[in-house]
């Protein structure tokens, strides 16, 4: 199961390639592990971070688990406020990692059998394009429990502010440590 971030700025990809299910929680650990080693890197004074994400899936915009685990693992953990704009069903086409990341992948490996993990992960690292895309590629071996519940009280201890534009897929969620007022 892959799960890509591409930083626009930079033309750069990286894909967490998991042998278990594409959670939440998964995402989150991947944003997370991004945040920890690839965000020093090339902003090293980031306060925030805005992900761009599809309405569905592991990071869709209904699920507790996901905004749960952002509040936890990135915006308490590392301090960083998070802002998510969903795109509405149907339009992830207009997602830039469609198109200028996984697009790309899928050109590399056009044809290859992808009988192993190390044959995947090489095929991912292999893909570049003339603009510049570099994309780096990891295994995540841990295993991700399908199903987690998140209670109400867990979701009304989370500092998320809805925006005023599409209040369901787009807000900010804000270090706890730092409590945001509505």
Known sequence: MPYGI?????N???????QSADTPTFAVDNI???????????FPNATHLMIEADGGGSNGYRSRVWKRDLQDKVADALGLTVTVCHY?????KWNPIEHRLFNE??????????RSF???LSYIRDTKTRTGLSVQAH?????????????????????VQSHDVCPLWNYTIYPRSNLHST
Do not use: F
Request: with cysteine.
């Open 105 to 114: 992948i899928s050109k590399t490996w056009a044809g290859c059998p992808l």
């Open 32 to 42: 997370a592990q991004w945040c920890q080693t690839e965000l020093p890197e090339r």
């Open 6 to 10: 591409y930083d626009l700025h930079y």
């Open 139 to 159: 295994l995540v071996t841990q295993t991700y429990e399908k199903g987690v519940k998140v209670l109400d009280e867990e979701m009304d201890a989370l500092n």
């Open 12 to 18: 750069r990809g990286t894909v967490y390639l998991g």
């Open 118 to 120: 190390d044959d995947v």
């Open 88 to 92: 509405p069903t149907g339009a992830s």
